[in-house]
């Protein structure tokens, strides 16, 4: 069973348009964090969401955190070809401090 | 600034022999965990660490052994290595209790086929 549920699993789409990833959950988290992955490398951080409703942006990058600290989003606005990667999305509840992962969603940006 | 560095980066085994892949951290961190990483499975858990002499078990942690004798060091140990065991393995280390231990910071990764 899959703590955190990420959809779509792959997105295919041409430069210019705008996107969203989402990441939910039946669990509460303290926080939630989204992550980066490029092919032949480690995850990389990008953000981490704390207060539910939080939003934070990270210049195209939008994410948001459900009120109840559930779920959360990533909408990407004028996707670039240097946004191809694998977005993951990753928590720790139930009182552990070791963060488990969603599946991933496979971006890719054609030019 | 090293971060996390892992080796090796690629290796071929055969099924049964064993092997270590070794990740250090010069961040002082006190969490360490390992996980492996399959097509459309995400990140698996397989062990972690809370500190020096301190390993618990993860989401799949069978046919693999860990130990954590100093902080900087969390080897992660194939006893006989299975064909399921193929896969793409990342080291990564987080901060404290108090502080960000929920970030954390990867390796490059391994990637291990077993023939």
């Known amino acids: 069973t899959q703590l955190l549920e990420q959809s779509p699993q792959f997105l295919s789409i041409q430069e210019g348009e705008n996107l969203t990833v989402y990441c939910n959950s039946s669990?509460?988290?303290?926080?939630l964090q989204w992550y980066r992955q490029e092919p032949g490398e480690g995850p990389v951080l990008l953000v981490t969401v704390v207060t539910g409703g939080e939003v934070k942006k990270l210049k195209r990058l939008t994410f948001q955190f459900g009120d109840a600290r559930k779920d959360s989003s990533l909408h990407i606005t004028a996707a670039q070809p240097g946004d191809t990667g694998l977005y993951l999305c990753?928590?720790?509840?139930?009182?552990?401090?070791?963060?488990?992962f969603g599946r991933g969603t496979s971006l890719i940006v054609h030019p | 600034n090293a971060g996390v560095t892992q080796t090796p980066k690629f290796q071929v085994l055969k099924t049964g022999q064993s092997m270590t892949l070794q990740c250090a951290q010069d961040?002082?961190?006190?969490?360490m965990s390992w996980y492996r990483q399959d097509p459309g499975m995400g990140l698996r858990l397989i062990h972690y660490?809370?500190?020096?002499?301190?390993?618990d078990q993860g989401e799949v942690p069978n046919g693999y052994n860990v130990s954590r004798s100093t902080t900087e060091d969390f080897p992660l140990r194939l006893l006989s290595a299975a064909p399921s065991q193929t896969s793409v393995y990342f080291c990564a280390s987080s901060g404290t209790r108090l502080s960000g231990a929920n970030v954390l910071t990867f390796g490059a990764g391994s990637r291990l086929t077993v023939l």
């Open positions: 990753a928590g720790a509840s139930g009182g552990s401090y070791i963060p488990t």
């Open positions: 660490s809370v500190g020096a002499g301190i390993t």
């Open positions: 669990s509460v988290f303290s926080s």
């Open positions: 961040m002082n961190h006190e969490y």
